[in-house]
């Protein structure tokens, strides 16, 4: 299999050297993330390899690599390795996401279900999480208790996603811990791996935790709000499939929470089977027109702010502005 080029770095880095070193290292997770998608056949090597080639952002082995030059030792192998563990354990989930989903599409490329079928995509989601606990294993006990902790947190995550909230339960309280779990826990273990693995104080350990947790819920918030706003060219995303297939993300809530009577005939829509094109074209001009959506940044943003509070641990530097700028990025992403 051929080796992708390693993604850009997908945050601005303003320390030349930083960028050198980090875009050097994410070079060679991509190259043993290839590796790692190697099956006994050539059918399970290609199977596995579909969605990594595909591409992506590679956020969470970046926030390893990132966190890591928190401690004395970003270049440790167990800091590649902990990258790979959390881009194999993401890239797994999106195998029985796109299955979920009933998607056809990811990155540009039929899914895996799409090009084969469900079970073949199921159980190369399978093999990636295996593969992803083996390299877990290397990494010492520590580690695999803190992978399961992660791994059960994401998938309660999307299992709360297929259900309604409670009676009595806030819906948006509940969309948020659907939020935290499915993307905020993965992106917590990239920042705490990054930092252990570095070298890093326990109390920085624990405070890039705090951060990527909350800055991988923005993540999943700032996507929401993509969904809206954005047109086709802007983002590689159809606008308004979540609103379509009545999915409800924070600006819909937001919306939903709205008591004002002249909001009667987009509450009416958000409650309606959006699936005709006029309904749902009529629906999504309203919801961008709606305070929702400043509202629904303003809470992003906020989010943002909070996870660089965290930050004060770190001396000020290049690292630490990095992290900050990550933090802005998702918050404020455009695609």
Known sequence: MTVPPAPDLALPVVDEELERRLARRLAAVEEQLIGHCR??????????????????????PLLVLLAAETGPKPDAPE????????????????????????????????????RWDNHVAILTGDFLFGKSSELT???????????????????????LET??????????????????????????TSARYGAMFGGASAEVVEAL???????????QLSDDILDIASESGESGKTPGTDLREGVPTLPILMAKASTDPADARLLEL????????ALHAEALDLLRKHSAMQEARAFVVARAEE?????SVLDPGSVRTALE??????????A
């Open 163 to 188: 259900v309604e909230p409670g009676p009595g339960e806030d819906p948006l309280a509940h969309y948020l811990e659907v939020v935290a779990g499915k993307t905020g826990s993965l992106i917590a």
């Open 325 to 334: 700028s990550f933090a802005d990025v998702v918050a404020s992403r455009t």
């Open 270 to 277: 958000l409650s309606a089977d959006l699936t005709d094109d």
């Open 39 to 60: 099956g006994r056949t050539d059918y399970v090597s290609t199977a596995a390899a579909h969605l990594m080639a595909a591409g992506g952002k590679r956020f969470r």
């Open 209 to 219: 935790s705090q951060y990527g947790e909350i800055v991988g819920s923005a993540f």
């Open 307 to 311: 996870a660089k509070a965290l930050l």
């Open 79 to 114: 800091v590649l390795t902990a990258a790979c563990v959390v881009e194999l354990t993401h890239v797994a989930s999106l195998y029985h996401d796109d299955v979920m989903d009933e998607a056809a599409l990811r990155r540009g490329a039929d899914t895996a279900n799409a």
């Open 137 to 159: 294993a290397d990494l010492g006990p520590d580690a695999v208790r803190i992978q399961a902790r992660t791994f059960t947190r994401l998938v309660e995550g999307q299992i």
